[in-house]
Every structure is written in structure tokens, then in C-alpha cells.
């Protein structure tokens, strides 16, 4: 019997998948995006207390979050209980705080990674913990839906669809580190930094689908159809897998959801503005706003 805990929606994708591949016998441990996830992939799940669901479970396997303290408690508490624990990694940024809170760090017996970049990065960071490589389950659930989806891309337009696809980078900031731009930007800086360079795309553009973070209220970017005088429309009622084959552009600042675009070989843009971090997405296919404009001068 596996403890399986999860909060938010990366790492839920990736276990959810796991699972139903697999067909593990599970105790479920969910919360947040997360619970919808897992229902929508393996039906319904019978969620039970931490302490329960571990102490009856032989060993703990658990994303990692940021919007909760779910995971981070689990992995003290299967220590605590003598259980093994395993993580399994769903991006490529910010290895070492999915395990800190308050300056306490709760590692894993276990981290796994699903590509071997992310297995090169989790190595370095984390050289005395035992790193598995396992192929992504989550890429291979998208492959095949994206597959199914492909005719969605053609309707016989000739501008371009851009998929605009947006992370609470704010929430995060100032839970992590007290400071709402400690990247050096914020979720509406990088939007309006794109919307008012959308000519870097050099064509056309029939349509802007502006698609929350699942952790996002939906009328969090409303705000934009107003301030620009653009085809925008509010995204999120379609399933992620959808709003990317019907689009030509994938643009965000450095989301899962761009690495989605690429499995569907969608041109991806990363629009992180002047002055905020550099873009951490390993893939050399993702392109960077700044540097097009710089092109075109």
C-alpha cells in the first residue's frame, strides 16, 4: 500500500498518471488542485487523514508544492513513522525550497525525476540523496491526448493563436521570500510586457487566449481586455491539452505548460520582462521575448 500526497497541480499530474499507469494499490492524501486531477484521471478517491493514510501505508510517494505545506509535512511525518519517502519532481526550478519552510528543510529518502535533464539538476543539488529516473508519466498521458487532439489545430485561419499561459509568481514570491518582485517582476509585468510587443511575432494575430494558473481566480487577468486593444479572451474553461493544440504560440515566463506546448510542437516564447530572472526552463527550443525584440532592432 502507497500513501500517495499531493496539492498542487504539477506535481498532481505527475502522480496521477503514475498511478493510473501503474495501477497502484494507493491511500490518498489530497488537496487543492489536486483532488480534481486525480478525479478526473482515476475516478473518484477515497482521501483520508495524513497521519492515517501513512501509518497504514508502506511507504509515502508525494509531489511537492508550494501552496501548501501538505507534502513538506508528510515527508517529517513518514521519517517520524519509520516509512520510506519518495518525491517525485515535476519542473525544473526551484529544487532545493520545494523542501524548506521557515528555514526547516524536510528531504526525502528519495527524489524522483522524469528526463534527464531534471535528473543532471537534482543530482547536483542533492548529491547525497538517491535520485531515480523514471520516464515522465505525465508527457506520456499528454502525448497520446495531444495526439487525439491534433485535428482541433487546423480551422483554416491564417493569423496567428497564441496561448498566453499564467503563474501567481506574486503568492509565490512573498510566501517564500516576504517580497512580492523578489524575481524582479510580477505576473502583470510580464503580460503587459508581451501585449505591448506582440509585433515580435511578426505576423497577424487572430486570437489571445489568456489562461489562469489553476490555482488563479478566472477573472484575475480581465483586467488586460481593457488596457489593450487586443483580440483577448479568457482561457481556462478548456482543458490545458485543447487550449494548446488550438493555438500556434505558446507564451508564459517559464510554466509546465510551455514544456506542454512544446511536446505539441508549438513555437514557445518566454516573456519574462527586462529586469526579472532569467528564464529556468532548460529546453534550448524555448525562445526568449527580449532577445527577439533585440533581433529586431
Known sequence: MICVCSHDAGGAEILSSYVRQQGLDCTYVLGGPALKIFERKIGGVDC????DAIQQSDWLLCGTSWQSDLEWQAIEMARAMGKRSVAFLDHWVNYRERFVRGGETHLP????????????????????????????????????????LAQLSDTGTQNLRVLY?????????????????????????ALRYFLSNLSALTGAVDRIVIRPHPSEAPGKYDWAKQEFDLPIVSGGAKTLFEEVTESDV??????????????ADRRVISCIPPGGKVCALPQPEIESLQALLSASK
Open 48 to 51: 483520508r487523514p495524513l497521519a
Open 109 to 148: 529518502d528519495e527524489i524522483w525525476v522524469g528526463d534527464p535533464l531534471a535528473e543532471t539538476m537534482a543530482r547536483r543539488i542533492f548529491p547525497k540523496l538517491s535520485i531515480g529516473l523514471v520516464d515522465n508519466p505525465y508527457f506520456d498521458d499528454l502525448r497520446r491526448e495531444l495526439a487525439q
Open 165 to 189: 499561459v499564467c503563474e501567481p509568481l506574486r503568492e509565490h514570491a512573498l510566501r517564500e521570500y516576504g517580497d512580492e518582485r523578489y524575481w524582479g517582476y510580477t505576473e502583470e509585468d
Open 250 to 263: 505558446v507564451v508564459g515566463c517559464e510554466s509546465m505548460a510551455m514544456v506542454v506546448g512544446l511536446l
